[in-house]
């Protein structure tokens, strides 16, 4: 099974499209941050774009990424793309509650935080307090459509100002 979570009226076809708002005509109506209908490691593919900021910090969060491993079957693959907290789509947005990171995402992975531990960095281990371990895959970054690729400042660009890159994302892989 694939799940196309908060798919927003973006439906994917041979994918179960899934959104917590009725208008958006999903294949199944869920709110994500109750648990979820499908059995425990069923799930093959997941795609979320643009939904991990529109949940509550915390709690909420945490119950999203358990549900998700939860589903997920060894092996399964989860795509995630985000928008970049310093970016006004980002910004605008009022229902945009939290700014979700790679290294927010990394603390779910037992292999980056033991990498992290050994040299010294010392970061949350959601994955050991939650039950879950994801692997983070290479992350992308996609730039707004006005920013020049060429230009020889724009990592220094890219990590110190507004508007640069317009999204990110990176696939997690299920580790059971």
């Given at each position: ?46 795609f979320a774009s643009h939904l991990l900021e529109h949940l509550n910090p915390g709690a909420e969060f945490f119950r999203f990424m358990q549900e998700l491993y939860r589903v997920c079957k060894p092996g399964a693959t989860v ?98």
């Amino acid at each position: 099974m694939k799940l196309n979570l908060g798919c927003g009226g973006k439906y994917q076809d041979g994918w179960v499209n899934v959104d917590s708002e009725p208008t958006e005509n999903p294949d199944v109506c869920v709110d994500l941050t109750k648990p979820w209908p499908w059995p425990d490691s069923s799930v093959d593919e997941v795609f979320a774009s643009h939904l991990l900021e529109h949940l509550n910090p915390g709690a909420e969060f945490f119950r999203f990424m358990q549900e998700l491993y939860r589903v997920c079957k060894p092996g399964a693959t989860v795509e995630i793309v985000l928008p970049h907290p310093r970016h006004d789509v980002f910004l605008n947005d009022p229902t945009h509650v939290q700014a979700v990171m790679p290294g927010t995402l990394a603390m779910f992975s037992k292999k980056f935080v033991e990498s992290m531990d050994a040299q010294g960095a010392h970061l949350t281990p959601f994955w050991k307090r939650l039950g879950v371990d994801f692997d983070l895959g290479k992350v992308r970054y996609w730039f707004d459509p006005s920013v020049d690729q060429s230009d020889p400042e724009l990592e220094w660009k890219s990590k110190h100002l507004s508007n640069v890159i317009l999204e990110w994302g990176t696939t997690l892989t299920a580790v059971k």
